[in-house]
């Protein structure tokens, strides 16, 4: 062994002792913030507040489309130059705390409007913060998933992220029953909008004050200089090319993304066959409005409660299980496991006629769909070297979003000209693509950098 490998070799074992030495502390202080940033996020992100906030200011789904899709397009604009901000520093917690408030006032300044201003003037300042909200989540993802991968080791995050999800999904879905029933119900403080993303604002800033308490150890390697964005955008296909695993999971991970485009029609699919009536916003996780304005479905509370509670548990419940799979086999596995799981649900769903496979189905797609989540947004952590794992979470991010804008839009339209099944199996296709792209990669965990990790 050479001088220079020598002292390299000493340099890891230094910094992945340190990783294990303030696991504990990292690791609390990382289930804190998630649990409660989850849980106020779900406030802003579910498709019941916001989306019934914006109608009700300009009585047009296609503001609503729009304000939501603005939303998303500024994600995807802000994860490549979030990157260049963080690739060549050694320690990056103060971009993530930058970023997470900024963040967090878009949602503050979005709960002083609903207070202070009305009608167009309200309307043009929610625009103008869920796009700038949107923006900063980008940001925020690309920065925080990178932290992440410093400080707590590989074969620890799938328990992280499973106890995290669970935890805040149960608390979520509480708050968020709460802040509809007695916030928004009641008008609370004279604008139960505004009293809503005001309660968003408080508990995701106690999540992020939860960060304060993580010790991040200096990277290994860093790019030499900050890189401008049109020169890293100019990298990407060569980032693309240099490997094929990668490659593969990008393009995998933007068709599931693309298979979101069916999420939204479900319940209105259902609708179709069980006996409903009444007029409800429904909260599902996933269930965003189109730009299409499919903003509500005409669902009973009772049917609607009945699958509601089937997707909110399975997808909550199956986090502890994707968690436990994750550690054990790699995000590879939940990959496969996770989207196949949906494609057949959707499946069920399409031949079901009956409650009982209706129900069946919807469990399916919750933990489907939880899965898929996971594992696109953890599996990207196990590519490239560690000073290129900013670009590469970016690029990854950016096809996701922009996906997400387009598959609820096609969804939309396909369901208007035909009909929602068209839709479904349109999404199974691309589902069941990605599912063959992701078994031709090979796990990221057999790599000799990460057998060394693990001795």
Request: with cysteine; hydrophobic share 55%; charged share 10%.
């Amino acid at each position: 062994m050479s001088h220079s490998e020598r002292i390299l070799a000493e340099r890891e074992a230094q910094y992945h002792a340190q990783v294990e030495q303030d696991l504990p502390r990292n690791f609390m202080a990382n289930l804190a913030h998630g649990m409660f940033g989850l849980t106020g996020f779900r406030l802003m992100n579910t498709p019941t507040f916001v989306p019934a906030y914006v109608f009700a200011l300009s009585d047009s789904k296609v503001a609503v489309g729009l304000a939501l899709g603005a939303q998303f397009m500024g994600m995807a604009m802000s994860s490549i130059w979030s990157a260049t901000l963080i690739e060549h520093r050694t320690h990056v917690m103060r971009v993530v705390y930058s970023v997470g408030w900024l963040m967090r006032l878009q949602i503050f300044g979005l709960a002083v409007s609903a207070f202070l201003l009305s009608g167009q003037a309200a309307l043009v300042a929610a625009c103008l913060f869920l796009a700038l909200f949107g923006f900063f989540s980008g940001m925020q993802n690309v920065a925080f998933n990178f932290l992440m991968s410093k400080v707590i080791p590989i074969n620890q995050r799938g328990r992280l992220i499973g106890m995290r999800n669970f935890l805040g999904g149960l608390m979520a879905s509480v708050v968020a029953y709460l802040g509809g029933q007695y916030l928004v119900g009641l008008n609370a403080f004279g604008n139960g909008y505004g009293s809503t993303f005001m309660l968003a604002f408080i508990l995701t800033s106690i999540g992020i004050t939860a960060l304060t308490f993580v010790r991040e150890p200096q990277s290994l390697s860093v790019r030499p200089h900050r890189s401008g964005l049109l020169e890293r955008l100019a990298d990407v296909p060569a980032m693309l090319r240099a490997d094929p695993n990668y490659r593969r999971f990008f393009y995998a991970r933007a068709l599931g993304a693309l298979g979101t485009a069916a999420v939204p029609f479900y319940i209105l699919y259902v609708g179709k066959f069980i006996s409903v009536s009444g007029f409800i916003i429904i909260n599902l996780p996933g269930f965003i409005t189109s730009l299409s304005g499919v903003l509500v479905s005409p669902v009973s509370v009772s049917v609607l409660g009945c699958f509601s509670l089937a997707f909110l548990l399975s997808h909550t419940i199956s986090n502890l299980v994707w968690g436990k799979i994750a550690d054990a086999s790699g995000y590879r596995r939940v990959f496969l496991l996770s989207v196949g799981l949906w494609c057949l649900s959707a499946v069920l769903l399409i031949f079901g006629s009956t409650m009982a496979l209706f129900l069946i189905a919807f469990c399916g797609l919750g933990a489907g769909f939880a899965g898929y989540q996971v594992a696109s947004q953890n599996l990207v952590l196990e590519f490239g070297e560690p000073h290129e794992l900013p670009m590469i979470i970016a690029v990854s991010d950016t096809a996701s979003h922009i996906m997400m804008v387009i598959g609820p839009l096609l969804g939309g339209i396909i369901a208007m000209q035909l009909n929602y099944v068209y839709v479904f199996w349109l999404a199974v296709g691309f589902k069941f693509i990605a599912i063959l792209i992701v078994w031709r990669l090979q796990e990221p965990r057999r790599r000799p950098e990460f057998k060394r990790m693990d001795e």
